[in-house]
């Protein structure tokens, strides 16, 4: 999580480790970019794990040191919401930027766009590219290039509490309006509030507007969609899901208010994606694992829909360490890896050939992620992608908080994109 455009985790914190050296961004010269040979010198590599992954992604890490002794792996825990200006400041100063970085997939054309990625193609880095799901290898590419291998491939879906839902009578909602009048029979049974609502991350706005049958932008044909009839639609469901009850929602650190109120059971249900799974069986209300379920986000009036979402492994184009990097790279999107961290975190692979190893197959919530990842919708994979989150955000807001009408947010959000997209229509 996650995410910029996802949650923050704000508690986390910066903590460089070093595993075996303490240099930090681009290595220490000790590795030959050109020359063949055993790989040495360091590989500084920047993990947006949350607080629940990152002891994994830290074994990984040092499990690519142990293949490759002469390698030194500073493995660094970057808090995501800190990540893309980071790095950015970093690379754009040509110093401490990392070798590798964990990119969240809307990143990847951002920082191929500025000039600080390093193409990928005909590089050791892309192993068995065969492999990857296609609909992992899109935010990949930019202008006919690659500069991420895809490492983990998510949606969202719906977490509910089963003993609640059976207490209160009522079946999982298909719809947001199913969850509506659902809201006051669970209310009245068990205490408890129907949805928490993400309002503080727009990356959450999504399901809304693809259950209206609307999109951000058409990337292809150039034209701005969020303020047609949809998007009007999308911003309503949200206020009105708010003010009859059916849902609580607060302005600020929805991923941690969220996953509290689902772990001590004061909501029946949160949209939410495969990176809180562990997180929410820690909590009191799944004591017994079995009853978190999980089911597809609730659809809108017109269709159901949730973004596709995930994160890449990306190689700064100043790295002083190139051959030690994309090796990492290569490493740690492997089938291998990806199966470690699927069996312990429940995180999706990006690669076709880990679906059918038994201890994934098995697994539940990759049973119910993997044909809502392959249903998922595609975003916009242009260098202005992530930048298209903050006017949403910003008209989110003003909308739960009374500030604006839908049809005014909607306005607002299509004006702003218009100024961020010159050549939109």
């Given amino acids: 999580m996650r995410r910029g455009i996802r949650g923050a985790i704000a508690t986390a914190l910066v903590a460089g480790l070093a595993l075996a050296a ?18 040495s010198g360091t590989v500084t590599y920047w993990d947006t794990s949350n607080d629940t992954e990152k002891a994994t992604y830290r074994k990984l890490a040092e499990g690519f040191q142990k293949e490759h002794p002469k390698v030194h792996v500073n493995y660094v825990n970057v808090p995501f919401g800190d990540a893309n200006a980071k790095f950015k ?51 990949t590419k930019f202008k006919g290039k690659t500069y991420a291998a895809p490492q983990v491939i998510d949606t969202l879906g719906l977490f509910y509490n089963k003993k609640l839902l059976k ?9 947001f309006a199913d969850l509506t009048t659902a809201a006051k029979k669970i209310k009245a049974k068990t205490g408890a509030t129907a949805l928490y609502l993400r309002g503080d991350d727009p990356y959450w706005f999504l399901p809304y507007l693809y259950g209206e049958g609307g999109n951000m ?27 009859s009850k059916a849902a609580v929602t607060d302005a600020t650190d929805g991923q941690e208010n969220q996953l509290k109120a689902l772990k001590d059971g004061t909501v029946a249900m949160a949209i939410d994606g495969p990176w809180d799974i562990e997180a929410a069986r820690a909590g009191k209300a799944f004591k017994d694992k079995e009853n978190l379920g999980v089911a597809p986000v609730p659809a809108g009036s017109a269709a159901q829909g949730s973004p596709q979402g995930g994160w890449n492994l990306s190689v700064y184009a100043g790295s ?50 993997k044909p809502a990842v392959d249903g998922a919708v595609q975003r916009p994979w242009i260098a202005e992608g992530n930048s298209l989150f903050e006017p949403i955000k910003v008209q989110m807001n003003k909308v739960l908080t009374g500030a604006a009408t839908p049809e005014q947010a909607a306005k607002a959000t299509g004006d702003a994109y218009r100024k961020l997209l010159k050549d939109y229509k």
């Fill in 217 to 243: 932008v058409d990337a292809r044909d150039k034209i701005i969609q969020i303020d047609d009839g949809a998007g009007v639609k999308a911003f309503k469901t949200l206020k009105d899901l708010v003010d």
């Fill in 320 to 369: 002083k360490n190139l051959r030690a990097a994309y090796a990492f790279v290569k490493y740690m999107s492997s089938a291998k890896v990806q199966q470690q961290t699927t069996e312990q975190l429940s995180l999706l692979p990006t690669r076709k050939s880990v679906y059918d190893v038994p201890a994934v197959k098995k697994n539940e919530m990759v049973t119910f992620f």
């Fill in 22 to 39: 303490t240099a930090c961004g681009g290595g220490d010269g000790g590795g030959n970019t050109d020359s063949g040979g055993e790989l």
């Fill in 167 to 175: 207490d209160a009578g009522v079946e999982v909602p298909k719809s």
């Fill in 89 to 139: 400041n970093a690379a754009g100063g040509n110093s401490g930027a990392p070798d590798v970085m964990r990119t969240e997939v809307a990143w990847t054309a951002d920082f191929a766009n500025l000039g600080y990625l390093a193409p990928l193609d005909g590089t050791p880095a892309l192993d068995k590219t065969d492999d990857y799901l296609p609909q992992a290898v899109g935010s």
